[in-house]
């Protein structure tokens, strides 16, 4: 959000804030989130590239509802899962590395 509209905001009265500040999530939460995100973007542009996710449920011994949540980062999909469908498409343990590291999460 561009500074004017943050201050014409908050003006009238509005809390201007990010996403963790709003609920209140712990340094290392939003990390996990940012992870999770990450993963589930990564996890489907590399999916759509190179096959279905019928083919990718039969790959990993899944279903195609499960890749379809795990490609929308829902909650209930574990990262293990998300990790296993992106091995799957042929990814190195190396780029699933930068995946992560790109996120920029800082724990302090």
């Given amino acids: 959000m561009d500074r004017d ?12 804030g990010t996403v963790s500040e709003f609920l209140e999530l712990t340094p290392e939460e939003t990390a996990l989130v940012e992870i ?7 996890l489907n542009e590399r999916r759509q590239r ?5 083919e990718l449920a039969d790959k990993i011994h899944s279903s195609q509802p499960r890749i379809a949540k795990a490609e929308n980062g829902d909650v209930s999909v574990s ?10 498409t042929g990814a190195t343990p190396q780029e699933i590395g930068q995946v992560i ?5 800082i724990i302090a």
């Fill in 36 to 42: 999770r995100l990450a993963l589930s973007r990564t």
């Fill in 79 to 88: 990262i293990e899962l998300l990790i296993r469908a992106i091995l799957a």
């Fill in 101 to 105: 590291a790109s996120t920029g999460s």
């Fill in 5 to 16: 509209k943050k201050e014409r905001l908050e003006a009238k009265g509005w809390k201007v």
């Fill in 50 to 54: 190179l096959m279905t996710q019928a």
